[in-house]
T-cell receptor
Framework: AQKVTQAQTEISVVEKEDVTLDCVYETRDTTYYLFWYKQPPSGELVFLIRRNSFDEQNEISGRYSWNFQKSTSSFNFTITASQVVDSAVYFCALSEKGYSTLTFGKGTMLLVSP | DADVTQTPRNRITKTGKRIMLECSQTKGHDRMYWYRQDPGLGLQLIYYSFDVKDINKGEISDGYSVSRQAQAKFSLSLESAIPNQTALYFC???????????????FGPGTRLTVL
């Protein structure tokens, strides 16, 4: 069975601080996909990034970066120089190749204050 | 226009009432899903459908039923609503074909349901 754990329920930072959101996953499949979604206060789900299990290349996109490590089953997400608009709930999710439903973590609420 | 739409966007109903949430998509995807979001619990899968003739239960299907009327439409029903079904409901679609599909799902805007 697949499982996603986001141990941080809420993080509070001051604007311009860097913040890392942790995600640990469990799966028995060798081919799987990982995702990060953002849910702002308005409620919609905004897709941020996806990775497959064969692509451990980490990526930087503007203020966002991702660290995927199969050895520790982690897929962490970092926001550099956080802004108030980054305040949202962030979800990590996992999908196994042969079973296309998503398993979500419980989410991390990020509060960025001015 | 949005690719995945949900109606209604907000609904308040009373205990015992039957209610239907509708989802439509213009993405041409075969696979559709219904998720429920409760505060602090993330999203949980209610039902999913891989094509018009296929319906599968998810983690929390009790108290819900679904209908896949066409490739583009997937409805979720609460036969007799109860207060603990108050939640945010999301519909999603995916297309498993193609090497780069990643099983990515595309979400609707959500329906906020309150059962009094």
């Amino acid at each position: 069975a697949q499982k996603v754990t986001q141990a941080q329920t809420e993080i509070s930072v001051v604007e311009k601080e860097d913040v890392t959101l942790d995600c640990v996953y469990e799966t028995r499949d060798t081919t799987y996909y990982l995702f990060w979604y953002k849910q702002p206060p308005s409620g919609e789900l905004v897709f941020l990034i996806r990775r497959n299990s064969f692509d451990e290349q980490n990526e930087i996109s503007g203020r966002y970066s991702w660290n995927f490590q199969k050895s520790t089953s982690s897929f962490n997400f970092t926001i550099t120089a956080s802004q108030v608009v980054d305040s949202a709930v962030y979800f990590c999710a996992l999908s196994e190749k042969g079973y296309s439903t998503l398993t979500f973590g419980k989410g991390t609420m990020l509060l960025v204050s001015p | 226009d949005a690719d995945v739409t949900q109606t209604p966007r907000n609904r308040i109903t009373k205990t015992g009432k039957r209610i239907m949430l509708e989802c439509s998509q213009t993405k041409g995807h075969d696979r559709m899903y219904w998720y429920r979001q409760d505060p602090g619990l993330g999203l949980q899968l209610i039902y999913y459908s891989f094509d018009v003739k296929d319906i599968n239960k998810g983690e929390i299907s009790d108290g819900y039923s679904v209908s896949r009327q066409a490739q583009a439409k997937f409805s979720l029903s609460l036969e007799s609503a109860i207060p603990n079904q108050t939640a945010l409901y999301f519909c999603a679609t995916s297309d498993p074909h193609g090497s780069l599909s990643y099983n990515e799902q595309f979400f609707g805007p959500g329906t906020r349901l309150t059962v009094l």
